[in-house]
C-alpha cells in the first residue's frame, strides 16, 4: 500500500511560520530596548557631566530631555543625587529611567520593562 504525503510540507510550514515570526519579532524589539540603553547611556553620561561642571538640577533634566531622542522623552525620570548646590571636590550622580515593553508589536502581550542608568562624575 502506498501512502500519499501531498500535505506534508504545508503543516510542516504552518507550525513553523508562527515560530520563526515570533523570533523575528523577538529580535528586532530587543535590538529596539538596546538602543534605547546605549541613547540613555550616552545622555546620562552627557548630563552628569553637566552637572559636574556646575549645571542646575533643572538644567541637566532639560537637557536629558532634550538629547534623548530613542523614544517618547516626556516618559523620562531624570535624578541628581546630591540635589542644589554642589561643592568643588565631591561627586554628583545623574540617574534616569525610561519605561519600555518588550514585544511591543504584540499590543496588550507586551512585557514591560524599565531601564535604568547611572553615572557619577567629579564637582570641578
Do not use: C, W
Not at 530631555?65 to 516626556?74: H, K, V
Not at 523620562?76 to 529611567?97: A, H
Amino acid at each position: 500500500m502506498i501512502r500519499r504525503e501531498n500535505g506534508q510540507s504545508t503543516v510542516e510550514f504552518a507550525i513553523l511560520v508562527p515560530l520563526i515570526f515570533f523570533l523575528l519579532i523577538g529580535v528586532v524589539d530587543f535590538g529596539r530596548v538596546i538602543h534605547s540603553q546605549l541613547q540613555l547611556e550616552l545622555v546620562t553620561q552627557d548630563a552628569a557631566r553637566m552637572a559636574g561642571l556646575g549645571e542646575s538640577d533643572a538644567m541637566v533634566t532639560s537637557y536629558a530631555i532634550d538629547n534623548f531622542n530613542a523614544g517618547d522623552a516626556s516618559q523620562l525620570s531624570v535624578s541628581v543625587s546630591p540635589s542644589g548646590e554642589k561643592d568643588p571636590g565631591t561627586y554628583v550622580t545623574v540617574e534616569i529611567t525610561y519605561p519600555e515593553q518588550i514585544f511591543n508589536p504584540l499590543g496588550d502581550y507586551a512585557l514591560p520593562f524599565t531601564v535604568k542608568t547611572s553615572s557619577t562624575t567629579r564637582v570641578e
